[in-house]
């Protein structure tokens, strides 16, 4: 009997910790979709996919800051913020302004929008843009070539780096999620 009742703790103890994590999670994900909304359209990006990409680079924790000085929600790196800043015609612009969400999100999707555009001539432009925003347009000029130059499924073959190419494929997937909970009626 005193087994029954450990396991029986247990499986509550498991139903409650799981419930408080998915919970923790809807917040989080929630918590910026106005910044993420007011982004995607300013620069006409999916507002689904900018979340993906905030999902993939911090987990939606604006505090997060990278190894290579990226910063936020998106993981701005300082030329690309830079250049976001120009663009808006911001004097005042610090690399550190990205910690707020708000101007993280407009800084990143901003960026993003401008790689879609980069790659509008493919089949799909999205896993050039986020292979390029995660690994730079360099290597994405060496993973393009033959049938990649067009053809995006091609193209993720191609992909040399492994954590690029998983970047790539992990965000299409939430993106894919993201598209689909939405057509539901979730954001």
Same mark, same amino acid.
């Given at each position: 009997m005193k087994r029954r009742k450990r396991i029986v703790l247990l499986a509550c103890l498991l139903v409650v910790l799981a419930t408080a994590w998915v919970g923790l999670s809807v917040w989080r994900e929630r918590r910026f979709l106005s910044q993420i909304q007011t982004a995607a359209r300013r620069y006409?990006?999916?507002?689904?996919?900018?979340?993906?990409?905030?999902?993939?680079?911090?987990?939606?924790?604006?505090?997060?800051?990278?190894?290579?000085?990226?910063?936020?929600?998106? %993981? +701005?790196?300082? *030329?690309?913020? &830079?250049?976001?800043?120009s663009a808006e015609h911001l004097r005042a612009f610090t690399h550190e302004d990205c910690r707020d969400a708000g101007t993280n999100t407009l800084a990143g999707t901003y960026y993003l929008g401008k790689l879609l555009k980069r790659y509008a001539g493919t089949d799909d432009p999205i896993p050039y843009a986020l292979a390029d925003y995660n690994a730079g347009r360099s290597n994405v000029l060496k993973w393009n070539g033959g049938?990649?130059?067009?053809?995006?499924?091609?193209?993720?073959? %191609? +992909?040399?780096? *492994?954590?690029? &190419?998983?970047?790539?494929?992990?965000?299409?997937?939430?993106?894919?999620?993201?598209?689909?909970?939405?057509?539901?009626?979730?954001?």
């Open positions: 006409r990006v999916d507002p689904m996919l900018v979340k993906a990409v905030v999902w993939r680079e911090s987990r939606f924790r604006p505090e997060k800051q990278g190894l290579k000085g990226e910063i936020g929600l998106m %993981q +701005i790196q300082e *030329p690309a913020a &830079r250049e976001w800043a049938p990649g130059t067009t053809n995006s499924a091609v193209f993720i073959q %191609q +992909i040399s780096f *492994p954590g690029t &190419r998983d970047y790539v494929r992990a965000v299409m997937r939430r993106y894919a999620l993201y598209r689909f909970l939405s057509g539901l009626g979730w954001s």
